[in-house]
């Protein structure tokens, strides 16, 4: 066999010699409020002149994204001996093809690692705090100065994973999307949503002001607001004079004539889930990020003669799924995790369907 010269090995490139993986190591980073403003105002001094005029500090602004570029550098320096450094916006994470194998860094805040958890698979995230002194950050557990020790961990697999719990809507047209903190179903405008509900053998039409979806992530954000209000309505002197006197006892018969036809059709139609109430008030206490469950409930819901205000509160969990009809000629629209920008549209004739996700997501601890 004829063979040609032995040619001499390539060096390797000193950085690729120290790697310690040739997989992706993805970084997440976000605008600050300074380059929001800039994109608004086309000018840093534009965007001074805006936000002194209404008394506000703008060196607060400056000295923000002064250290969150600085985080970002000090984060990217960090990483690149490790593997190999991609970086991308907030504003790809959406369209962005994770590999199986990549890492995920997040340079929060919270919302941030929210929104890119829903777009990962089985990758490992690590949510890092740019700046501490700024931000609490629950979800983000790390400074961009553990990075150095945090990676070599997760790549020889000894650092912790906390599993998180997915939510998952999907309507009847085939589109999708998934929530990790929480789904809102209802009107762009937040004004009245008309729909039908269905929760097991309950079914009930509604006018209200949406409906909220929460993970166990979620739990301790907009769902903790709404049953807190709930519960200081409850609660307070104004209801128990209103449904103790003025509601019940001053001649409002045709009120009272409308509340036992509901009261009627729930103790028939909605057996089930008002016999189920209790236990679900009980597992608000197992409520973890990693529940097989999650909580819907309804947001200011409006009886009337020909809509109900029973089925407001509830759990969902694979054998029990939430199916909404949609009754809204437009403007219907589902959004997760506060990101308006990124919805479905909820039209009439729509149905979507709520429960939990196939995958979770894998928080670095």
């Given at each position: 066999?004829?063979?040609?010269?032995?040619?001499?090995?390539?060096?390797?490139?000193?950085?690729?010699?120290?790697?310690?993986?040739e997989?992706?190591?993805?970084?997440?980073?976000?605008r600050?409020?300074?380059?929001?403003?800039?994109?608004?105002y086309?000018?840093?001094?534009q965007?001074?002149?805006?936000?002194?005029?209404?008394g506000?500090?703008?060196?607060?602004?400056?000295?923000?994204?002064?250290?969150?570029?600085?985080?970002v550098?000090?984060?990217?320096?960090q990483?690149?001996?490790?593997?190999?450094?991609?970086?991308?916006?907030?504003e790809?994470?959406?369209?962005?093809?994770?590999?199986?194998?990549d890492?995920?860094?997040?340079?929060?805040?919270d919302g941030?690692?929210?929104?890119?958890?829903?777009?990962?698979?089985?990758?490992?995230?690590?949510?890092?705090?740019?700046?501490?002194?700024?931000?609490?950050?629950?979800?983000?557990?790390?400074?961009?100065?553990?990075?150095?020790?945090?990676?070599?961990?997760?790549?020889?697999?000894?650092?912790?994973l906390?599993?998180?719990?997915?939510?998952?809507v999907?309507?009847?047209?085939?589109?999708?999307?998934y929530?990790?903190n929480?789904?809102?179903?209802?009107?762009?405008?937040?004004?009245?949503?008309?729909?039908?509900?269905?929760?097991?053998s309950?079914?009930?039409?509604q006018?209200s002001?949406?409906?909220?979806?929460?993970?166990?992530?979620?739990?301790t954000?907009?769902?903790k607001s709404?049953?807190?209000?709930?519960?200081?309505?409850?609660?307070s002197?104004?209801?128990?004079?209103?449904?103790?006197?003025?509601?019940w006892?001053?001649g409002?018969?045709?009120f009272?004539?409308?509340?036992?036809?509901q009261?009627e059709?729930?103790?028939e139609?909605?057996?089930?889930?008002?016999?189920?109430?209790?236990?679900d008030?009980?597992d608000?206490?197992?409520?973890?990020?990693?529940?097989?469950?999650?909580?819907?409930?309804?947001?200011?819901?409006?009886?009337?003669?020909?809509?109900?205000?029973?089925l407001?509160?509830?759990q969902?969990?694979?054998?029990q799924?939430?199916?909404?009809?949609s009754?809204?000629?437009?403007?219907?629209?589902i959004?997760s995790?506060?990101?308006?920008?990124?919805?479905?549209?909820?039209?009439?004739?729509?149905?979507a369907?709520?429960?939990?996700?196939?995958?979770?997501?894998?928080?670095?601890?």
């Open positions: 066999m004829r063979r040609g010269k032995a040619s001499k090995p390539i060096a390797s490139h000193p950085v690729a010699e120290e790697r310690m993986t997989n992706k190591l993805i970084l997440v980073k976000r600050t409020r300074l380059e929001e403003l800039v994109v608004r086309n000018t840093v001094q965007a001074q002149f805006y936000i002194e005029r209404l506000a500090d703008f060196s607060d602004y400056l000295e923000e994204d002064r250290r969150y570029h600085h985080a550098q000090q984060a990217q320096q990483l690149s001996p490790l593997g190999r450094v991609q970086t991308i916006d907030r790809h994470v959406p369209n962005f093809i994770f590999g199986a194998q890492i995920v860094v997040v340079i929060g805040q941030l690692v929210a929104n890119t958890l829903k777009y990962v698979t089985e990758q490992p995230l690590i949510g890092v705090n740019p700046d501490p002194m700024r931000w609490d950050g629950v979800l983000l557990p790390f400074t961009v100065e553990d990075l150095s020790f945090i990676i070599p961990d997760v790549i020889r697999k000894r650092r912790s906390k599993e998180v719990t997915l939510a998952k999907e309507l009847n047209d085939g589109q999708y999307l929530g990790v929480d789904l809102f179903i209802g009107r762009k405008t937040h004004v009245s949503a008309r729909y039908e509900v269905r929760l097991g309950s079914v009930e039409q006018s002001s949406g409906v909220i979806v929460s993970t166990g992530m979620g739990s954000g907009w769902f709404v049953l807190t209000g709930a519960a200081g309505v409850v609660g002197e104004a209801w128990q004079l209103i449904h103790g006197q003025s509601a006892k001053q409002e018969n045709h009272n004539a409308d509340a036992n036809i009261r059709r729930q103790s139609t909605n057996r089930p889930a008002a016999t189920s109430a209790q236990g008030m009980n608000l206490n197992q409520f973890s990020w990693n529940a097989p469950f999650l909580y819907f409930t309804v947001r200011e819901p409006f009886p009337s003669r020909t809509t109900g205000a029973n407001v509160f509830g969902i969990h694979p054998k799924p939430l199916r909404i009809v009754q809204m000629p437009e403007d219907g629209v959004f995790d506060g990101v308006e920008q990124d919805f479905l549209e909820f039209n009439s004739g729509v149905e369907t709520i429960g939990l996700a196939e995958k979770r997501g894998r928080l670095v601890v």
